[in-house]
T-cell receptor, first 116, second 114 residues
Framework: NAGVTQTPKFRVLKTGQSMTLLCAQD?????MYWYRQDPGMGLRLIHY???????AKGEVPDGYNVSRLKKQNFLLGLESAAPSQTSVYFCASSPLRAAGNSETQYFGPGTRLLVL | AQSVTQLGSHVSVSEGALVLLRCNYS??????LFWYVQYPNQGLQLLLKYTSAATLVKGINGFEAEFKKSETSFHLTKPSAHMSDAAEYFCAVSLGEGAQKLVFGQGTRLTINP
């Protein structure tokens, strides 16, 4: 199993350009997440999905859109990139939660994005 | 609202010394707590998690953490540091509801001195 994969690994954008980050998981997980990591701030949740065709906002959703057309894929879009979106983006997935438990999130290797 | 505070953005210890990384949380209900490790240029990997089964949790690579409700803490320890432990460590909290959204601390970078 590849686990969670992310495409691309690194990208440079100019302000105003758009792009889509792709996350794929082969573990048949129900839940998927997009985080951004900035120095001194840990990881912050951008958007998440509890199943195919569903998405919801996280802590820092502004400037991003997501789609989950297939269970195994979760796309993160930037319609008009801004320098403040320079960050490392991580995708994660987790299985359905068993009652009285909390499931582990499995992370991809990250996408480093630089917006000039 | 949940929050996590990691005391010390950088911790440096000698090889063979005790590792102690501090994490305090705030939550209105009993939380689920996690420690993740991030090696350079990699994603996050689960070290251990607390889900109310036992207050002392053992994880991978010799790490363990103790949940102390009275102190709202979940500190990470390892008796003897190894060079390969150099990484960034994140504490996270979840209420375990629905999509199990994680709230992360700021991270602590651990350096091991030879």
């Amino acid at each position: 199993n590849a686990g969670v994969t992310q495409t691309p690994k690194f990208r440079v954008l100019k302000t105003g350009q758009s792009m889509t980050l792709l996350c794929a998981q082969d573990m048949n997980h129900e839940y998927m997440y997009w985080y951004r990591q900035d120095p001194g701030m840990g990881l912050r949740l951008i958007h998440y999905s509890v199943g195919e065709g569903t998405t919801a906002k996280g802590e820092v959703p502004d400037g991003y859109n997501v789609s989950r057309l297939k269970k195994q894929n979760f796309l993160l879009g930037l319609e008009s990139a801004a320098p403040s979106q320079t960050s490392v983006y991580f995708c994660a997935s987790s299985p359905l939660r068993a009652a009285g438990n909390s499931e582990t999130q499995y992370f991809g290797p990250g996408t480093r994005l630089l917006v000039l | 609202a949940q929050s996590v505070t990691q005391l010390g953005s950088h911790v440096s210890v000698s090889e063979g010394a005790l590792v102690l990384l501090r994490c305090n949380y705030s939550s209105s209900v009993p939380p689920y707590l996690f420690w993740y490790v991030q090696y350079p240029n990699q994603g996050l990997q689960l070290l251990l998690k607390y889900t109310s089964a036992a207050t002392l949790v053992k994880g991978i690579n010799g790490f363990e953490a103790e949940f102390k409700k009275s102190e709202t803490s979940f500190h990470l320890t390892k008796p003897s540091a190894h060079m390969s432990d150099a990484a960034e460590y994140f504490c996270a909290v979840s209420l375990g509801e629905g999509a199990q959204k994680l709230v992360f601390g700021q991270g602590t970078r651990l350096t091991i001195n030879p």
